[in-house]
């Protein structure tokens, strides 16, 4: 299909796409004259991806050209490519220098949850950093969570991130690179949009909670 | 205190202080002297506030500003200051126009299981948008979770909300208003943070999945 075509079908206004196409998230289209390419179903579902990650995920271009870089390497297993969108999405937060003492009680906190769990992750995991940095802040402005929160949170999260993993990838390996990227593209917005469903349905839950006891 | 000992206290540097002031996110000082003022512990509290808002929350500082305007508004009731938390949080999502009929099913959808959850949510809710707006985005992508999944998801969440907003409003009402804003400030920040343990957790939960299934 031609431009207009693909901006109709996508959503996607032209000089949108033209931006896509000089900043490299979207590769070019076959070249048919001087000033003309055709576009094919995968620059529709790669539109699709972006529009899905920048508006409603609220990630950078740049992260976004980061996370694309991986989806269409095809060395990269499903564990690797899980692992790097991680590390692209953020945030990169660094340790206090000076032995902060409620970020070393965070981390311990969070060392000692991962090892109750029995979870299986990385020591520079960026969501151990993650973790440990929201934890020392809500120490450090007295409103950190029990123990007994924490692992409710952790139950919780880890019953349903089993079954969403296993949906990533079905019985077999993709027959075609072409099929290993669909199928990449959608672990990475289940990755990236979960989260907004979570973080979407936390809030109704706290509104109708907060109705119900102080409305 | 002087501005040197509330910059060494909280961590902040001067400079910084001095940017906050500026944007009307921390209250002057009380003046004592032409070029001196002197900041109290409800100062450090609140620069504690805002650097967990921006490094650990990463809340812009426009927000950060509208927040605090809640926060420090003693006509707001609990109930009144979440939503309002929530709406100053974002995104700002405004439904398709054109009768796009992936965002008319997520919204049926979203509704749907409002309605079976029995949740208590205003119709304007902006986390109403935000969870039609991902879904309607999953749906684009062929990515949309399963019915089962979401209820999943909310009933898990649905159960911590109720605890955690159970511990926003201790018995009885605040002592004194500096009482009221310091409770008012850390319900801010739990609202605000829990959300980054949530994702944190939620990322180590899916690294150890995928590690055990594709690692």
Redesign the interface.
């Known amino acids: 299909m031609l431009m207009g075509e693909l901006s109709r079908r996508s959503?996607v206004p032209v000089a949108t796409i033209k931006f896509y196409l000089r900043e490299g998230l979207l590769p070019p289209g076959t070249p048919t004259a001087a000033t003309r390419a055709s576009y094919g179903e995968d620059h529709l579902?790669r539109l699709?991806?972006i529009?899905?990650l920048l508006?409603?995920?609220?990630v950078s271009v740049a992260t976004i050209r980061t996370i694309l870089a991986v989806v269409d390497d095809r060395s990269v297993?499903?564990?690797q490519m899980?692992?790097a969108v991680?590390y692209a999405l953020g945030?990169r937060?660094t340790p206090?220098t000076d032995g902060?003492p409620h970020w070393e009680a965070a981390g311990r906190e969070a060392d000692d949850l991962?090892s109750d769990?029995?979870?299986?992750?990385?020591p520079e995991?960026?969501?151990?950093t993650?973790?440990t940095?929201?934890?020392a802040?809500?120490r450090?402005?007295?409103?950190a969570?029990s123990g007994a929160?924490?692992h409710?949170?952790?139950e919780?999260?880890?019953?349903?991130?089993?079954?969403?993993?296993?949906s990533?990838?079905p019985a077999g390996s993709p027959e075609s690179p072409a099929a290993r990227i669909a199928l990449t593209?959608?672990a990475v917005?289940?990755?990236v949009?979960?989260?907004?469903?979570?973080?979407?349905?936390?809030?109704?839950?706290?509104?109708?909670?907060?109705?119900?006891?102080?409305?």
Chains 1, 2 share one sequence.
Do not use: K, N
């Open positions: 959503g579902r699709r991806l529009r899905a508006e409603v995920g609220e297993g499903v564990h899980l692992g991680q945030p937060l206090p902060d991962i769990m029995g979870w299986i992750v990385a995991a960026p969501a151990r993650l973790l940095a929201t934890l802040a809500l450090r402005t007295g409103s969570p929160g924490l409710a949170y952790a919780a999260l880890s019953r349903l991130a089993a079954s969403e993993v296993a990533l990838e593209e959608s917005v289940g990755m949009l979960h989260e907004r469903v979570i973080i979407a349905l936390r809030r109704l839950a706290q509104e109708d909670a907060s109705a119900r006891r102080y409305g």
